[in-house]
Each structure stands twice: as C-alpha cells, then as structure tokens.
C-alpha cells in the first residue's frame, strides 16, 4: 500500500472542495474527521489494518435512535430502505442506526471519495429526519 498520508489529503481536498476548511474538521486522532451535511453528523475514518498492508476509507453517519416501541416495524422498514440505497447500507450499532460506506484504499482516486461522501451525507440528512418524525414522536427520548 502507498503512503496513507496521501490519503489524509484526498480526505481534506473533498472536504474543502464541499466549501468547508478541514482544519476545522480534524477529529483526535491522525485520520480522523467529521462534518455537517444538512441536518447530519458525518465521521470520516481513514486507516491501515493491523497487518499493515491493507488501508481503508470509512465514511458514516448517524441517522437515528432505534426506538423503544415499534421495533419490529422500525427494523423491517430499515431492511426496506436498505434495499433501496447505493455504495452504502444502514447498520445498526449499540442503540443507534447509521448509514456506511467502506472501502479499501488501493485504487481510490477523489472522485470516488467525494461520491462516498455525498451518498451517506445524503442519505443520512435525508433518513434522519424522516425516521426521527416517524418514530420519535412523542416518544421519550432520554
């Protein structure tokens, strides 16, 4: 694998070219940022596996709370949407569902990252609040 450093610029060139200066965007560790799209947080991740040879982008964004009521019919229009989805899929992670993409970095120009980036920051700005409506309210949202 080439340098993964060139990859951390690839990061900050998509995210400047989405008018958005990715200093600002830095998460706590090397490799690591986030950034709003609309409504929706989006966490960008990039790093190498620990054999060291392999890298990988990850791009996610959390789209909503799993309820405490109505789940089974949560879960099955989760599966519903996922089906309609491209280049990502909802998961589902402790108490929360989130849109992600991951990809090896072998190959990966910016083109394809900013693809990337615009499909789970829109999705997840778009599911968000239409979940959130539909599930939430007047719930008890801790």
């Not at 900050?12 to 709003?36: A, F, H, M, T, Y």
């Not at 990502?88 to 090896?104: L, N, P, Q």
């Not at 990252?113 to 615009?118: E, G, I, S």
Request: charged share 25%; with cysteine.
């Amino acid at each position: 694998m080439t340098d993964i450093k060139q990859f951390y610029t690839m990061v900050e060139n998509v995210i400047r070219d989405l008018g958005v200066d990715p200093s600002l965007c830095k998460g706590e560790k090397e490799g690591q940022w986030s950034l709003v799209k609309g409504s929706a947080s989006v966490w960008i991740d990039v790093w190498k596996a620990e054999n060291g040879f392999t890298g990988y982008l990850q791009i996610m964004a959390p789209v909503v709370e799993i309820p405490p009521t109505n789940r089974e019919v949560f879960f099955r229009e989760i599966l519903d949407i996922n089906h309609t989805l491209y280049g990502v899929g909802m998961t589902a992670f402790g108490d929360w569902i989130y849109i992600k993409t991951v990809r090896e970095l072998d190959g990966l120009d910016q083109a394809e990252a900013a693809a990337m980036f615009n499909r789970v920051g829109g999705y997840a700005d778009d599911y968000d609040d239409i979940l959130r409506e539909k599930y939430w309210q007047g719930a008890d949202r801790r």
